[in-house]
């Protein structure tokens, strides 16, 4: 069973920003209305506020978009190619409300999920875990979702843990590049071989794909997403990238 979008909610990401664009979208409205009525500005002059008026609404609007619609439709579309054994364990990085680990549990009913996070609302809005906990209840999947309080730079799970890791939108947030690199180095220690890591962030995704090289893996090309995917536009898209632990040829 697959949904673009599971039910419950997800919270908006990095809240602050579309109400920023929204609110640059005002002042400019505010500039042309004023240009035209009082201030004799010249037809380029209003144009051209104009023309940014209209483009930090559709910015606004894309992002918008994506936080409640099209991230969904992306992650259904990039858990579609990901074959999964039954009885495996999956585990998702900054998993927010649990939108990933939700629609790999309902994707793979066979399959157990862990998300960690460490629950920061400037991130996502309303970022609880008993929020990510409801979610899983209202969508029949809370037997088989747990949900820990964690930094994925250290995680509390054994080797080999895990036959999928995902991180959607959250690697990025850790401000250094050592804490990046160590938090790919964890992924990769708790993946069991044969095991595949998918990773949908923003930007740094050639970083990340150095250090899942650097880690022993096989490494696809970066591939961007699409407009599903933009975050107020082209210059903050959504790029996915894979990582396999090849597993060892038995000895002849």
Known sequence: MSSAKPRGSYGIDAPWVPWM????????AVLT????LFW?????????LGIITVLMAASAAI???????????????????IELPEGGKALD?????????????????EITVTGTDLWRSVDQSGNTAAAAVRNAEINGVSDRV??????????????GTFQFVTASLAIHNIPTRDGRRQAITEAARVLVAGGSILIADIRRVTEYR???????LAVTEPEPLGWR???????????????????AEPAM
């Open 21 to 28: 664009l929204a609110g640059f979208t005002l002042v400019y």
């Open 33 to 36: 209305v004023l240009g035209v």
């Open 40 to 48: 004799n500005l010249s037809p380029l002059s209003v144009v051209v």
């Open 63 to 81: 992002y918008w978009h994506t936080s409640l619609r099209g991230k969904f439709v992306l992650w259904d579309r990039l858990l579609a190619m």
């Open 93 to 109: 990085l900054g998993c927010g409300h649990g939108m990933v680990a939700v629609m790999i549990a309902l994707r793979w009913p």
């Open 146 to 159: 747990q949900f820990d309080t964690g930094d994925m730079t250290h995680l509390p799970y054994p080797d």
């Open 210 to 216: 150095n250090d899942l090289a650097a880690a022993g």
């Open 229 to 247: 995917g933009w975050w107020g536009g082209p210059w903050m898209a959504t790029t996915a990238i894979t990582a396999y632990r090849v597993q």
